[in-house]
C-alpha cells in the first residue's frame, strides 16, 4: 500500500525493489543429501512413490501418520528433476492407504516447498485445533523474499478430502490460554511497503486466530495478557528508536514503523482508536526537520482518515482467516 508523500523522492524504494529478489532458506539452494523423514515408508506406499519417481520426480520430505484415524496417509514433497516452468519445480502431495493400495488424494505445485521448521516441526501430524484430525504443517514459497510470499500452510484430511484450513505468514502455533487448543499467531502484512519507509522499518503486528465452529476466525481481542506483553516490547523499541532521530529528513525511519506497529496492535487488541491517539502522540513529539513534520502528519491522516484507517478497521473480530 502506498501513500502520496510527494516530498519523498529518495532513492529509497527499498521495498518495492527488494520483491524481486529471491531469497531461499538454504535448503532450496542445495540439492538435499538425504529424504528427510519422520519414520520408516510404509511398504504400501513404495511401490507409488517408485511410480512417480519413474515419471521425473524426486523425493525430499515425507511425513507418514493416520492423520483422520481410519486411513495410513503420506505428506510428501518432491523436486522435479526437470521442470518445464521454475514455479512448479517442487511438488506436494498428500497420499492414501487403506492398507492395500494407496493413492493419491491432493496434489499442488510451486516453486518450493518444505515442511515446518523450528518450533513447529514437532506439531506436525498432530491434532493442533482439536478437532479429533492430525493437521500436516507446510512450508511454501513463490520465490520471493516478502513477508506474503513464504507462507506457512496447515491442511487437515477429512472424508478422503483434503482441506487447506490455514495459510499466511503464521509466526507460531502455540496455546495463549492453556486451554489444550493451540491459537496461530499471525503477521499483519498490509503495510509492509508503506510510504517511504525501508523495509527494514516496515510495521506489523500479530493477530491471533483461533479454531472455533470448524475454521480458525480471528479472535485477537481475546488475549489481552498477549497484547500487554507486546505494548510492552514496542515502547521499549519506540524509546531505543528514539534515540536514532537527527535532522536527516530519514533518519525517524524507525520510529515511525514501531509508532504505526503500536498502533496496530492496540487496534488488534480492541482498541483502535487508542491506538491512534497513541499513534499521533509519537508522531508529534522528538521532530528534528521540518520535512520529518510533514511527513508524519501525512501518515497521521492517513491512519485517521484515508486508506489505512479503513484497512485499519476492516479485520473484524471473528473474521475468517481463509
Known sequence: MRIGLRTMGRKRQIACAILLFVVLPLSAQQSLPQVRQTAQLSAVFKSEI????????QLKELVEASLDG???????????IKPKDPRETFEFRILESDGQSAATIFRRTEFFFTFASGEMSGLNANDINGDGLKEIILQSSSGGNCW???????????NHKVDLIAAGPIQRIVDLDDDGVRELLVTDARWEVYGDLSHAASPWAIMIYAWRNGRYVNASRDFAAY?????????????????????????DDSYIGRAIALALTYAHSGEPERGIAELERILKANLKSGEQSKRRATIFEDFSRGDSATKL??????????
Open 50 to 57: 517408485a511410480r512417480l519417481s519413474g515419471e521425473g520426480l
Open 70 to 80: 481410519t486411513n495410513r496417509h503420506l505428506a510428501v514433497i518432491f523436486e522435479k
Open 148 to 158: 506474503n510470499c513464504n507462507p506457512t500452510e496447515i491442511y487437515r484430511v477429512k
Open 227 to 251: 497484547y500487554r506483553g507486546e505494548i510492552q516490547r514496542l515502547r521499549g523499541s519506540i524509546e531505543e528508536a528514539k534515540t536514532q532521530i537527527s535532522d536527516d529528513d530519514f533518519s
Open 313 to 322: 478497521r476492516s479485520i473484524k473480530y471473528g473474521s475468517p482467516l481463509l
